[in-house]
Structures are given as C-alpha cells and as structure tokens.
C-alpha cells in the first residue's frame, strides 16, 4: 500500500528530489574562504594580571630524603615605563633555574626571556595581534599586552599636532592635542618646552621668558614685568608699579601726589628745579 501524505517515505533521496544530481555533481566545487577584515583598533586584550601568584602548592610529605630542586626563578620587581616606550626582552641561558611562563603558566626547562617583570618561554613571547615573535625585537605594551612596534603604531599611537606623524615613545600632552616631545617647542626661540610653564598668544606657544619679552607691559621704574594683580600707575607716558613711582632724587612716592618731570623721570615738588636727575 501507498504511504499516506504525512508517512515518511523509504525512498532514497536522489529518487524523490530532482535537483539532487545538480547540488552534489561531482564536477563542481564549493570552496569558502575567510577573510580577516583589518581592524581599525587592535582586538581586545584577553584578562591579564601582571604578576599572578602561582596557584599554593599542597604541602609535601615529609620525607628524611634531601630534595636538590632548585627554587623557583623570580625576576628582578618590574619599573614602570612610560606608555608608548618600546622595550627589549632579556635572554636567559638553560640553567637550575625554573622561572614559571607569564603566557602558560608552566615551569621552563630552558632558555628563557625576561620582560615585563616576568618570565616566558621564547616561542610564546609574541604580539598581542599579528602574532610575531617578539624574542629578538622591540615591543610595546599596551592595555595589559605586547605588540610589535608595528601593530602599535598602527593601533595604538597618537598623532602629533604638529608634525601629524605617529609618536612612538614619550608623548606630551598639551592644548588637549598630543605632540612629540620635540615638536611642541616656544614659537619665538624654538626650544622644546620639556615640563616648563608657558603662555599663549594669539594661539601660539611662548616660553616664560619669550612671553614676556614680546607681550608683557614692563614697569618703567624697575623694568620687571607688571603682572596681573599688580598695583599701577599710568604716568608720563609709561607704566609704573606703585611702589616704583617715586621722585627721582629724594625716592619719596608720589601716588596720589603732584609732581613735576624732567628728562622723563618724576620729580616731588622740592626738587623740581633739581639739576642733577
């Protein structure tokens, strides 16, 4: 008997669907291939703790045998380095030492290198991204990672206002723009600003000195600056502090009082007809 329209049927499929020859013809292929877009930021770095504290090792049996394992290697503490500063790791020789890997976590029986505070098998030293053995080159750590000089500077370095190429290194912050360190530097004289203070103008940057030789208002009795706060008085032409207004010959103050001048200095009233000033 016929199976009825909800039975399964016992028939093979290439008997019940026509297009069965067409989709596994043995003449056509099928090949898929993918490919990794470049990211415009560098993945996100996996969880990471800079020196983690190996798991506490049950205690052993005591036991009358002497045991000549050697204590665990621990590196030197870490100093802090600037963001952006590449680094080298250091080459440890095979010896009684047995530092513990900072990627697997294991015990090296082996030559080993030294970074970031840590120890790690050569082969498993590589960049965060492209994967490149960073044995023997530079790298840079970035977000709890390592890249190569590379994938940093592609993914991670700033660019500099002024020069607009990436910084690789010590990185200055300033006018809420990153610069080069050597690139954000006085527009008058040129010299680099380092962690001095300087002053704007007209959008530019001016070192203390520049500042206030091109724009500051100079005190014409001491030639110091008249600084913001300051006390002064306008006279003759120039600008006094009001400690400096004073008679030329007698040094007596003559704010608020009336004065006489000769040859451009301030004289009190007993010595205006002074002939020595």
């Known amino acids: ?25 043995p003449s056509k292929t099928t090949t898929s291939v993918k490919v990794q877009p470049l990211p415009t930021a560098a993945p996100p770095a996996p969880s990471y703790v800079p020196n983690p504290a190996p798991a506490p090792a049950p205690p052993a049996a005591p036991s009358p045998a002497f ?19 590449a680094q080298r790791a250091e080459r440890f020789a095979a010896s009684n030492r047995t530092p513990m890997c900072g990627a697997c976590n294991n015990i090296i029986r082996g030559p080993f290198l030294v970074a970031l505070g840590r120890s790690w098998h050569p ?17 840079v750590e970035e977000q709890n990672s390592v890249y190569c000089e590379n994938c940093y500077r592609e993914f991670f370095a700033p660019t500099c206002a002024r020069c607009n190429s990436k910084i690789m290194g010590e990185v200055m912050h300033a006018l809420r723009q990153t610069w080069h360190t050597t690139c954000f530097v006085c527009a008058a004289c040129g010299k680099p600003f ?31 600056p008249v600084e913001a706060g300051d006390k002064f008085i306008e006279a003759l032409g120039h ?12 040094h007596m103050n003559l704010e608020g009082q009336p004065f006489y001048s000769k040859k451009d200095k301030p004289l009190c009233k007993k010595h205006a007809h002074a002939i020595n000033v």
């Open 194 to 224: 380092g962690n001095s203070l300087f002053h704007m103008e007209d959008g530019e940057p001016y070192c203390e000195k520049d500042y206030i030789a091109l724009f500051s208002t100079k005190c014409h009795g001491c030639d110091f």
């Open 67 to 85: 045991n000549p394992s050697p204590a665990p290697f621990t590196p030197a503490p870490f100093p802090p380095v600037a963001r952006g500063v």
């Open 123 to 139: 082969e498993e030293f590589n960049c965060h991204y492209c994967h490149t053995s960073l044995a023997d080159v530079s790298f």
């Open 239 to 250: 600008t006094w502090h009001d400690t400096c207004f004073v008679c030329a010959v007698c």
């Open 1 to 25: 008997p016929a199976p009825g329209p909800g039975a399964p049927s016992n028939r093979p499929p290439w008997v019940m669907d026509d297009t069965f020859a067409q989709k596994f013809d």
